[in-house]
């Protein structure tokens, strides 16, 4: 296994620089998703790493040791692609046993017919595949080895493209969007295979994606990436409770959390939509601001007891939880509210809506973005 790190890292394409300044330290067996837009920087990160491009500036270490000039079949890392790479005439059996055949067996040794007459083909057969029996075991495909890829659906061929990574027993694991081709309930599921299989490993997994829900179920740490930078760097429940930078406030989250303008006066007292919001900042500011509130974190409240109102445009009911839409005037900027069916059953769609928050829970950022109220620590 391996760790790996990234020092000043860019990465420009003519007069467009695609990634800036990027310092990264993933440790040993560390489970590291890169997630941001599409475009963002982070697919180019995975690549980097791998050795499939090379970086305009900045050095990439992989157990401390330089790797800038290293071959990326040198590198000993394992990619798993979107597209699965499998080789469509072969079985899964001969897929997963084909790198290792190379990586093992002499260039002799793999001489169709000629090479069964080399003395230590043999042994090297039984242990190689003695190997990818095991894996085809761990990934519960060992029904599947007989069959080519075309027979397979897709979670099946997904099952295999990690088998092909396995098998080779690299120093690190680097995937980039292996899930987006399957449907919405065979992702959750796999969701689940991947960090189950992370744990059993006990490998440095660097994953890459654009959807926050994957980076935030799976990983040990995120890194946030916006227009080839790293905006932020933490454990999923820490970026998603304090998000240093407003684009990561909003990235972060589903349904996106609710942004709302605001001013604050030489005394640092914050109004936010006519009403004063009692919550410290880091500096005192005369200046727009922007106030951020998670749907779940918003609640409703009788129009005595409320600190906002609004007119309900749509109901949005998904069994367990029901998202109310609400036009605050403010163009095409709703509010969304998260709350239960019970608790949304009065709620009429045009009718106004009154609704409150803990203070404890609202997120200030200044105008360029970044946090500027003090920072809450762990969950309340």
Do not use: W
Request: net charge neutral; proline share 5%; charged share 25%.
């Amino acid at each position: 296994m391996a760790g790996i790190t990234l020092k000043g890292v860019t990465k420009t394409y003519g007069s467009q620089s695609v990634l800036n300044d990027i310092n990264l330290d993933i440790a040993d067996g560390e489970f590291l998703t890169l997630v941001g837009p599409s475009g963002c920087g982070k697919s180019t990160t995975l690549r980097i790493i791998a050795g499939l491009e090379t970086q305009s500036t900045g050095d990439v270490f992989i157990d401390g040791s330089i790797v800038n000039e290293t071959r990326p079949s040198k590198r000993d890392l394992a990619m798993v692609f979107q597209s699965y790479a499998l080789y469509p005439h072969l079985t899964v059996h001969q897929n997963l046993i084909t790198p290792l055949k190379l990586r093992d067996l002499t260039a002799l040794e793999r001489v169709p017919l000629f090479g069964h007459l080399m003395p230590e083909r043999s042994k090297k057969m039984s242990t190689i595949s003695a190997e990818v029996h095991k894996v085809a075991e761990i990934l519960k495909i060992e029904p599947l080895l007989d069959r080519k890829p075309g027979q397979l659906s897709g979670g099946q061929r997904q099952r295999v493209a990690l088998g092909r990574a396995m098998v080779r027993n690299p120093a690190a694991f680097l995937m980039d969007e292996p899930l987006s081709n399957l449907d919405a309930s065979l992702r959750v599921h796999m969701r689940a295979e991947l960090s189950e299989l992370h744990r059993e490993l006990k490998a440095t997994f660097i994953y890459v994606t654009h959807d926050q829900a994957e980076a935030l179920t799976m990983s040990d740490r995120i890194a946030v990436m916006m227009d080839g930078d790293l905006l932020q760097l933490g454990p999923p429940d820490e970026v998603y409770e304090n998000p240093t930078d407003i684009r990561v406030a909003e990235f972060i989250g589903s349904p996106k959390m609710n942004i709302l303008p605001a001013s604050c006066d030489e005394k640092g007292k914050v109004d936010c939509l006519g009403q004063n919001i009692k919550i410290a900042l880091t500096k005192k500011t005369k200046q727009t601001l922007s106030i951020g509130i998670r749907p779940e974190h918003l609640v409703l409240q009788s129009g005595a007891k409320s600190s906002f109102s609004g007119k309900l445009t749509y109901k949005e009911n998904l069994g367990s939880d029901v998202f109310l839409h609400l036009d605050m005037g403010l163009g095409n900027q709703k509010v969304v509210i998260r709350t239960d069916p019970q608790d949304a059953n009065s709620a009429k769609i045009g009718e106004k809506i009154s609704f409150g928050a803990n203070p404890n829970k609202y997120l200030v950022f200044d105008n360029d973005g970044k946090r500027i109220d003090a920072k809450r620590k762990g969950k309340d």
